[in-house]
């Protein structure tokens, strides 16, 4: 268990640095655990990156709701997808050798950063139509800020991540 103990400040950095970035730091902590953990099998690994991440977003979640930056309807239609794929996640990576895992969770973590980098800008500040089927949500925070903001339900659900 003591091996374990250091994981503590590790997931404060990175809890606190992913909440920062509006991510649970899942991206950061996995590749972190399975170098220094190569005996460790899989499950075990997804099961501490998502305990992290659970505690992160739970704290993360709390001082957001406190200035009203949450749009419960949209976490809610977001919540609906995330937990079954995380419940399948976890009961699936029981099957999965470590190797396989490995390269897997690489592949998975490249294309994403290569999606990232050349995706086209969202241009920020421009008015524009939407494709048919987006929702748009305005949001009012504590202090009066306002956000109005868009995206596609099966997009957004189908490809939320941490």
């Known amino acids: 268990m003591d091996q374990y103990i250091w994981l503590i400040p590790l997931g404060f950095v990175i809890g606190a640095g992913g ?19 190569p005996s460790e099998s899989a499950e075990f690994i997804t099961s501490i990156s998502l305990a992290v991440v ?15 930056r949450i749009d419960y309807k949209s ?30 969770f690489g592949i998975f973590l490249m294309a ?29 925070e504590a202090d009066g800020t306002s956000h109005t903001f868009s995206f596609n339900p099966v997009l957004g659900v189908s490809s939320g991540w941490d």
């Open 19 to 37: 909440t920062l970035i509006g991510a649970g730091g899942g991206f950061i902590l996995m590749p972190v655990l399975l170098l220094l953990y």
């Open 54 to 68: 659970f505690f992160n977003t739970l704290s993360g979640s709390g001082a957001y709701a406190l200035m009203k």
């Open 75 to 104: 976490a809610l239609l977001f919540s609906a997808a995330t937990i079954p794929g995380a419940i399948l996640g976890a009961l699936t990576t029981v099957f999965i050798p470590r190797r396989l895992f490995n390269g897997i």
């Open 112 to 140: 994403t950063s290569i999606f990232l980098f050349l995706r086209p800008s969202s241009g920020y500040g421009k008015k524009k139509s939407l494709p048919k089927h987006w929702l748009t949500r305005n949001l009012v």
